[in-house]
């Protein structure tokens, strides 16, 4: 497979450099290749999407809601074969891709359905004979940047929303997801949407990703990534005086309680904290644990830690596949041997055999570290968790929130009033009671606090009210 834009309804190969995808589960496989495409091509994009503009948002609702309702059927009539296809160029194993996939479907027909909803209220009138209310309106051509590590679904639940509004789009996949994009790109094209609406731009971030955030008049921009590129994006967003949102990283937080269900407990943090190789932002990366419950809940981690299978992305056993590129791979390795170093083993676990030629790494838990040691406060973004003990719920709750992350957080426990206090205490976007930190419902809005959002969120009814702005109408229907 190779790459080429999406401008225009058009299929626009650039000029430019090119670099060929080997899979991470397997180096002397080639992928595909990408063609990277430069300035003028996010400029044609723009005019393309500005056109499509004026046509796309004087549908009808239902008429989008139609559109999003194809594309869903779509996406679904292909589910093996792109879930199939990024999984091999990013190496999340295909059970995972398979239910990404199925959630963009999920997320396309969820949108699809408010192209039927209200758009505003009724807001009286201290005057006779007005009628006065709100509606919602359309920002205009809106930049999406997406993250490699959920290829289907984060492009998904900025599209869909923003589709269902009115917007056209301008989307930058990120470098090592752009043959899963391209692919989508090819699906949509199937659909009646119109030409334009939606415009994919293959390329480096410090080439097209800039010219979209500094030389292009869009105005919006739906960001997903690391928290210095989101600073970056944020800053000039602000300078421009445009809408932004932008959801950055994550350390988050388990707490078991020494009256939790360890075996339970055990599996969903090991879960949370290895699934996708823990390169998700909602990813468990510290493990709080009462001190009266530390040998039992770890006696329960490490049974649970044998049904953890590290293989090949496309092999259906596969609990954990490798990390997605040679820089996560160096990235993550780094801190692995920090932790070897500097931190106490509690339990590593071997790679299968016959995986040397692929981005593997030994999925870890360590101890014996305090608060405010690296691999407690920065996000590894890969399968490394640390355990640190509490003396009681209370100091368990200060070590939860003594990070500048704040997307996720989770308790185990069975009581009931501990519960609520930590949904209440917990200084955290997304706070959960018996379950993993990783993942929210597509229904659900999805956001963090601090460092780990701009404050907005993605997903449910929330996502609606980034993609437009308010517009406040009356009319003296009498004189």
């Not at 450099?17 to 994009?45: C, W, Y």
């Not at 699809?112 to 009724?122: D, I, M, P």
């Not at 407990?265 to 909602?282: D, E, I, L, N, P």
């Not at 009033?417 to 990783?438: C, I, P, W």
Request: charged share 20%.
């Amino acid at each position: 497979m190779e790459t080429t834009n999406w401008i225009g309804g058009e299929w626009v190969k650039p000029g430019g450099q090119q670099r060929d995808v080997m899979n991470p589960s397997n180096l002397s496989e080639k992928v595909g290749t990408i063609h990277f495409s430069d300035e003028t091509d996010i400029i044609e994009a723009e005019a393309a999407a500005k056109e499509a503009y004026r046509k796309w948002s004087s549908m009808p609702g239902a008429k989008r809601g139609d559109v999003l309702y194809e594309m869903a059927a779509v996406l679904e009539k292909n589910m093996t074969d792109i879930a199939e296809l990024a999984s091999s160029e990013m190496g999340k194993p295909i059970t995972e891709m398979k239910g990404e996939v199925l959630r963009g479907v999920q997320l396309l027909r969820y949108y699809a359905s408010e192209g039927v909803r209200s758009q505003g209220n009724l807001v009286p009138s201290s005057d006779v004979n007005v009628l006065q209310y709100t509606k919602r309106v359309p920002l205009g051509v809106v930049g999406l940047i997406t993250p490699w590590n959920f290829p289907v679904a984060i492009p998904i639940w900025k599209i869909a929303p923003a589709l269902i509004s009115g917007n056209t789009i301008l989307w930058k996949p990120a470098e090592p997801a752009s043959l899963t994009a391209f692919r989508l790109g090819e699906l949509f094209a199937e659909t009646s949407l119109p030409e334009g609406v939606v415009n994919i731009i293959i390329g480096k971030g410090r080439d097209v990703g800039n010219a979209l955030l500094e030389k292009t008049e869009i105005n919006a921009v739906s960001f997903t990534g690391s928290t210095s590129t989101g600073q970056r994006v944020a800053s000039i967003c602000a300078a421009r005086n445009i809408k932004y949102q932008t959801e950055m990283g994550g350390k988050n937080a388990a707490i078991v309680l020494r009256d939790a269900d360890f075996q339970k407990a055990a599996s969903m943090v090991v879960s949370g904290a290895f699934r996708s190789a823990g390169q998700k932002c909602t990813a468990t990366s510290r493990i709080i644990v009462e001190k009266e419950a530390y040998e039992p809940f770890v006696e329960a981690l490490k049974a649970e830690m044998e049904a953890v299978k590290v293989n090949h992305a496309l092999d259906m056993n596969a609990y954990m596949g490798p990390v997605a590129s040679k820089s996560q791979f160096d990235s993550v390795s780094e801190y692995l041997s920090v932790a070897k170093k500097e931190a106490e083993l509690v339990i590593e676990k071997e790679i299968e055999q016959g995986n040397v030629n692929g981005y593997f790494v030994n999925p870890m838990v360590v101890t014996g570290i305090g608060p405010d040691h690296k691999l407690v406060q920065e996000e590894v973004f890969g399968p490394l968790a640390v355990i640190l003990t509490a003396e009681d719920f209370e100091e368990a709750i200060s070590l939860a929130n003594q990070t500048v992350y704040g997307l996720s957080a989770s308790i185990f426990t069975q009581d009931l009033s501990k519960a609520h206090r930590f949904l209440e205490e917990a200084d955290a976007g997304m706070v959960r009671v018996n379950q993993e930190t990783a993942g929210v419902e597509y229904q659900a809005p999805f956001g963090g606090m601090k460092m780990s959002s701009s404050h907005t969120r993605e997903q449910g009814q929330a996502a609606l009210d980034f993609y437009t702005t308010l517009k406040t109408c009356s009319i003296k229907h009498t004189f």
